[in-house]
């Protein structure tokens, strides 16, 4: 059984997102859960994809980290796309369905190597949230830092808390209190907390992502987050209709990686970027 790392959202190695992609052999059943999750904690990525192939054009992914399952990981949906993309099992160009957790979504291959996902309809969940309390946690409440927007909880497939912070440089030097804010994510019954700060050096904003609820103080790049910002940002009115957004994560983990979203009328956002494959190999393990 073949697994690939792979760096995703970015196109050298050493850059982006990494996670780690497992194909399971022609007509095999997913592994037990508890296996895919002690796999997933081998690898040691944020998430590990689990493919099931059912045909040209057709797959299941589950998604896995290292505490246990997620229903949907845009950038290792985007890194196994792009693998399949490379190594000739997706065809430049194609269109295919992807059945996840967070139900079925349409993936479109392009012809340099990038791949765009359909994320799931965005959802506005609340914005009933201790501002001062998630301030305080995330980086110490001072006026110059939050900017008059408030932190609204939005989901494209996993819920995270979309923070606005006033500049690029105020973002880069956030320290959150990972465990007070763990507490919280459960609390608000999110994945964790997206930060961002508009832009106006080619980039709708920079952004930081922190979800150590999942054990993951921080990620370099993140589809769904972002997808989900794209739909805050048409909420407050500072993009419209079939705006495209490019946005720089990682800056602060030295692991710059671009997410390009795109937003069609009627509200439906598509998310991606380019992978690269870093490394190939055979689980050497059952996973009966």
């Not at 998630?134 to 939005?154: F, R, S, V, Y």
């Not at 987050?225 to 048409?234: E, G, I, K, Q, V």
Request: aromatic share 8%; proline share 5%; hydrophobic share 45%.
């Amino acid at each position: 059984m073949r697994y690939y790392i792979i760096d995703a959202f970015t196109k050298a190695p050493f850059g982006g997102n990494t996670a780690a992609v497992v194909l399971l052999d022609a007509g095999m059943p997913f592994p037990a859960d508890e296996t895919m999750r002690q796999v997933a904690a081998e690898f040691r990525f944020s998430e590990t994809a689990f493919v099931q192939m059912h045909g040209a054009g057709e797959f299941t992914l589950r998604y896995f980290t290292p505490c246990g399952e997620v229903d949907l990981c845009g950038h290792a949906t985007i890194a196994t796309f792009g693998m399949m993309l490379q190594e000739g099992i997706v065809e430049h160009g194609a269109t295919c369905l992807l059945h996840t957790q967070a139900g079925e979504l349409h993936m479109q291959a392009g012809t340099d190597c990038s791949v765009m996902m359909q994320m799931a309809p965005a959802r506005f969940i609340h914005d009933n949230i201790d501002t001062g309390r998630l301030h305080h946690i995330m980086a110490g409440n001072t006026a110059q830092q939050w900017p008059d927007m408030p932190p609204e909880i939005i989901s494209t497939g996993l819920p995270d808390v979309m923070m606005p912070v006033a500049t690029v440089e105020l973002l880069n030097s956030m320290e959150p209190d990972m465990n007070a804010l763990a507490r919280v994510s459960k609390e608000l019954n999110v994945t964790g907390v997206h930060a961002f700060a508009l832009s106006d050096d080619g980039y709708t904003a920079h952004v930081r992502n922190f979800g150590p609820l999942y054990g993951i103080p921080e990620e370099s790049a993140t589809g769904t987050a972002n997808a989900a910002l794209t739909h805050y940002l048409l909420r407050r009115g500072i993009i419209a209709g079939k705006a495209q957004c490019r946005f720089l994560q990682g800056e602060a983990m030295g692991r710059p990686a671009v997410v390009a979203t795109t937003l069609l009328e009627g509200g439906e956002i598509w998310v991606g970027g380019n992978s690269c494959i870093v490394a190939r190999g055979e689980l050497a393990i059952p996973l009966a």
